[in-house]
């Protein structure tokens, strides 16, 4: 009883210490605070969350806490403070990272067929659905099965 | 007719789909550089060795050359590292080293236990030359002809049958078109 007495007095002492850590932890993301500029602020927090992390792959360079994804917000950062727009900053990473860097790649001849998949599926899936739609309706109403559909 | 066309079209689909795939020797996480065919990114840095020395590509014009990407944390560099000392003792092209994402000191260490197979090595100290390289990980491995265009860049490890594949054709000929 006594052990466990001091354990949950560590434990509540101990409190403060791991919150600390785990603010510490979430602050690490953005070690350069957020930037005077709201507008700037609200900017660059759309566009770190468009590009990717290229370690981690499937995070943003917002969310990611690698030092490549840190290198390339300081990048986005100055970049605005700077004065260059969205579009210069996307055109800045993609001549060196590729399309794949961002998360929502620019329409063109290379990026049809990731745009195009989801409207090509579902043509396919309502051609399917009419064809099947149409046998049926050929078939007899009454209950009985007719030697065709078995 | 129809009945029997649409399966197999669909197999075959399915075959290309998983030889691309499915293909173990394709990393999924290289990724195309799109600097290939372009001017390289201007380097000049601190060399690793020697802090009062400069490691500049514009000096490199008119020759071919492979800049190699690494840093001590790296384990997969440590891996390489043999098989760039062995690519040195050849003597084909000048190898330049990149030094991302690390110390200098270290680096130095490394460089002088285990030997340094590079003619020059450039000190990254912010990332922003790897920036501009296109450069995510370490091992990475980019081929620079003499007019100063990027020819080739692999990701990971070099091995000797890499080299001799994918690089030294490469290399013959870019020499043999005068570039």
């Known amino acids: 009883m006594r052990a466990f007495a001091a354990a949950l007095w560590l434990a509540v002492l101990l409190l403060p210490v791991g919150v600390g850590l785990a603010a510490g932890a979430a602050d690490s993301v953005d070690v350069y605070g957020e930037l005077a500029n709201p507008a700037l602020q609200s900017r660059y927090e759309h566009i770190t969350h468009d590009l990717r992390c290229l370690v981690c792959q499937n995070e943003s360079i917002a969310d990611s806490n690698v030092e490549l994804a840190s290198d390339l917000r300081r990048q986005v950062r100055e970049m605005l403070v700077a004065g260059k727009s969205d579009d210069a900053i996307f055109k800045f990473m993609t001549d060196r990272y590729g399309d794949f860097v961002r998360f929502n790649p620019p329409l063109k001849p290379k990026t049809w067929l990731i745009w195009g998949a989801p409207f090509i599926m579902v043509a396919v899936g309502a051609i399917v659905i009419v064809r099947i739609a149409r046998r049926r309706a050929r078939l007899p109403l009454d209950d009985e099965p007719t030697s065709e559909i078995q | ?179």
């Open chain 2, 1 to 179: 007719m129809l009945k029997f066309v649409i399966p197999v079209m669909a197999f075959l689909a399915l075959v290309v789909l998983f030889a691309f795939g499915l293909n173990p020797h394709r990393d999924i996480h290289a990724l195309p550089s799109p600097l290939i065919g372009k001017q390289a990114p201007k380097l000049d840095l601190m060399d690793v060795m020697d802090p009062s020395r400069h490691v500049d590509n514009a000096a490199l014009k008119g020759q071919v050359y492979v800049l190699n990407v690494w840093g001590t944390w790296c384990v997969e560099c440590r891996v390489e590292h043999e098989e760039l000392l062995a690519i040195a003792q050849q003597h084909v092209v000048p190898l330049i080293g990149l030094d991302y994402m690390d110390q200098r000191d270290k680096a130095k260490q490394w460089l002088t236990q285990l030997g340094n197979p590079y003619e020059s090595v450039g000190f990254d100290t912010d990332g922003r030359t790897a920036i501009d390289w296109g450069v995510y990980g370490a091992p990475e491995t980019f081929l620079v002809d003499g007019q100063g265009r990027v020819l080739y860049k692999f990701i990971s490890p070099i091995t000797a049958e890499v080299w001799e594949h994918e690089f030294l054709p490469r290399i013959a000929a870019a020499r043999r078109s005068g570039a």
